[in-house]
């Protein structure tokens, strides 16, 4: 039996108007900057605290999961952990349905974010050793791109009623990936529209709601932006808001974010990245070595400004830039514990032994009614072969090929590539 092992490079899209006789060819705009009065909202904390209410055995998995992370925390191993990811793209033919490549941009934001590199990394960041790759084997050990796509009309969703028919939708192993799904809307009862993203810790580690969701306007779309599945990320991985139960500090292993080095915060407004706030007086309460705050005269730093530019703060995006030591130790005491599985998933390892990287080029990037475009390979020309289709129906192959477009309507050209190689697939970075 021959097997065929095909390569998907890329998809993009023609849209023919009759009326203005010109056909440009499109990709799902990015999402402007985020106003500077909006910054968006993250309701992890609404769904953990209802899901506590409606479960007393989460609520004490809650706590077993603080407890193992703070006990495994001095045994840190070095190193850098990768976690398989696997994003869920839930459209209803719309620009929520976006493209491959601003998925990568996204995963490439966030791990410049947890390696700290610029344009995210300052003094007070540090680089977790935490990475994220998208899924190159799923559950079944069969190839994946780690992309799926799924219409439906959750792409509006409300996160405290429609979280868990939403990845009833399509989820992987959580034990083995972290599931992202993205969306166009998400709302909340209490919040309306004002939601970007949540998460869910690991003490749902392994169950039905275990993931993150996130806008897809917002994933990927500028360094700013991706910001929101970073927090969630955090979130994911066991952090807490940095204003997590206010300004009590008499035990920092155990009060507020469960974090020693980011002080006692008790504010949720966003402060612009010039300012100094300090909303907690009792960064010093705790006299314990533990506490980087305690009194000077206990060889301490002090009382502290609030920690505003950190990832798990509610602040201008703009101004988020760090995650500090302490977060990155419970980060890795997380996977080490509670999400200990994913160190064992092999969803991160490539099953294709020879890789193809392919580069081609279209001949314009508009065309009057009735025009052709001719679609050239650059790059490798020898030893692969190629075949042309256009909404699923070949119409060429070789390196060079042209279409005419005589027809109104929506094109999908796709090249596949084939060097008899399984389970390779390239992309190509438009």
């Keep these: 039996m021959k097997v065929f092992y095909l390569l ?13 006789g010109q056909a440009p060819i499109t990709s799902p705009a990015p999402l402007s900057q985020q106003p500077a009065n909006n910054p968006p909202g993250c309701v992890t904390d609404l769904l953990h605290n209802l899901k506590k209410a409606n479960n007393p055995a989460y609520a004490q998995q809650q706590q077993l999961m603080d407890n193992a992370i703070r006990n495994f925390a001095g045994t840190q191993r070095g190193g850098t952990i990768t976690i398989p990811v696997v994003v ?18 996204g995963l490439f934001h966030l791990n410049l974010a947890f390696a700290n590199i610029s344009p995210y990394n300052t003094s007070n960041g540090v680089n977790t050793g935490i990475q994220f790759c998208l899924a190159q084997q799923d559950p079944n050990g069969e190839y994946t791109f780690g992309i799926t796509r799924t219409v439906s009309t959750l792409t509006n969703m409300n996160a405290e009623s429609e979280d868990l028919q939403l990845k009833n939708l399509i989820r992987w192993d959580p034990t083995r990936y972290l599931n992202i799904w993205l969306v166009k809307e998400i709302t909340t009862f209490s919040m309306g529209s004002g939601v970007a993203g949540y998460a869910y810790f690991p003490s749902s580690h392994g169950q039905p709601e275990d993931g993150i969701v996130n806008e897809a306007s917002l994933f990927g779309s500028s360094v700013n932006n991706s910001k929101v599945h970073i927090h969630e990320a955090g979130h994911y991985l066991g952090l807490y808001h940095t204003f997590e139960g206010g300004c009590t500090n008499n035990n920092c292993q155990t009060d507020g974010d469960r974090v020693c080095d980011t002080p006692p915060d008790n504010s949720t407004n966003p402060v612009l990245c010039a300012e100094n706030p300090n909303t907690c007086s009792s960064d ?27 990832y798990m703060d509610y602040g201008f995006q703009f101004c988020q830039n760090a995650f500090s030591q302490g977060q990155s130790t419970r980060m890795n005491s997380a996977l080490n514990t509670s999400r200990a599985s994913l160190l064992q998933s092999i969803g991160c390892n490539s099953i294709c032994y020879s890789p193809i990287n392919t580069i081609y080029t279209t001949s314009a990037t508009t065309i009057l009614y009735g025009g052709s475009v001719t679609f050239t390979v650059t790059y490798p020309a020898n030893g692969i072969t190629y075949t042309w289709a256009v909404n699923g129906v070949p ?30 697939l390239g992309y190509r970075n438009i």
């Design 395 to 424: 119409f060429g192959t070789g390196t060079t090929v042209s279409r005419t477009f005589n027809n109104v309507g929506t094109y999908t050209i796709t090249l596949t590539a084939d060097n008899g190689q399984p389970a390779c």
């Design 284 to 310: 010093d309460d705790d006299l314990s070595p533990n506490n980087p705050f305690r009194p000077v005269a206990n060889g301490g730093l002090g009382d502290q400004p609030d920690m505003f530019e950190n």
């Design 88 to 105: 869920h793209i839930i459209h209803n033919n719309g620009e929520e349905n976006i493209s491959d490549q601003q998925v990568l941009d």
């Design 8 to 20: 998907i490079l890329s998809l993009f899209t023609f849209t023919l108007n009759a009326q203005t």
